[in-house]
């Protein structure tokens, strides 16, 4: 475990920014939106895209604070150690381990303006599958949720439940951004409704 922290708390930091840089990103807006948010917001990606993700997140808004949702397994505290190194602002915690603290956490930054990046499918899925506590937040919050489809020409690809990629240096990387303002539900119903229909859509980018 000290030999992992150690690889994560020096070497990831390292060498994450490297291969982000030398990736060959084109950045789109999908047609329904064609601004970045200015005021508080959710930014989401999937799990399984995560190494673009966290970085992008940073790249897409270098003068704001990046708020990064990260889960207590082991692997999380390797990757909080990590973002943590790279300027992110850490709140730990998961759908299932201390939800309640995570979702105050996160609705108090929003309420600020603030900017939180979370895997909406993490950390142990369903796959490509919004979790309804990211969706109930930025409804009652009033803030909209930007979602970033990630699309790489070359990539290793693991066999694991989030079919992680990591994408070969120098490789195309096509984004698109999505905006969501989410409607008011008036029902749990509704949400998950909602929440499927999104996830159908957005699982295919």
Avoid: C
């Avoid at 990831?12 to 005021?39: C, G, H, K, M, Y």
């Avoid at 889960?71 to 381990?97: M, Q, V, Y």
């Avoid at 994408?167 to 909602?194: A, C, M, T, W």
């Amino acid at each position: 475990m000290i030999a992992r922290t150690s690889i994560s708390g020096r070497l990831l930091p390292v060498v994450l920014p490297l291969l982000f840089r030398s990736l060959r990103i084109t950045v789109a807006f999908s047609p329904d939106n064609s601004s970045l948010p200015e005021q508080g917001a959710l930014f989401t990606f999937w799990h399984g895209k995560m190494i673009t993700g966290w970085l992008l997140a940073r790249k897409l808004f270098p003068e704001r604070t990046v708020h990064a949702v990260v889960s207590l397994s082991e692997d999380g505290s390797l990757l909080s150690d990590a973002l943590a190194a790279l300027g992110f602002s850490l709140i730990r915690g998961s759908s299932s381990k201390k939800s309640e603290k995570v979702r105050e956490d996160i609705a108090s930054i929003l309420q600020q303006g603030g900017l939180v990046a979370i895997t909406p499918d993490g950390p142990r899925g369903p796959l490509q599958q919004f979790k309804y506590g990211s969706l109930r937040i930025a409804s009652l919050q009033r803030i909209p949720l930007l979602f970033a489809s990630i699309r790489y020409s070359s990539a290793w690809k693991l066999d694991s439940w989030d079919r992680f990629e990591i994408p070969k240096p120098f490789s195309r990387v096509n984004v698109i951004l999505h905006r969501i303002d989410l409607p008011q539900f008036g029902s749990e119903d509704e949400l998950r409704h909602y929440g499927t229909q999104l996830s159908e859509k957005l699982g295919h980018e």
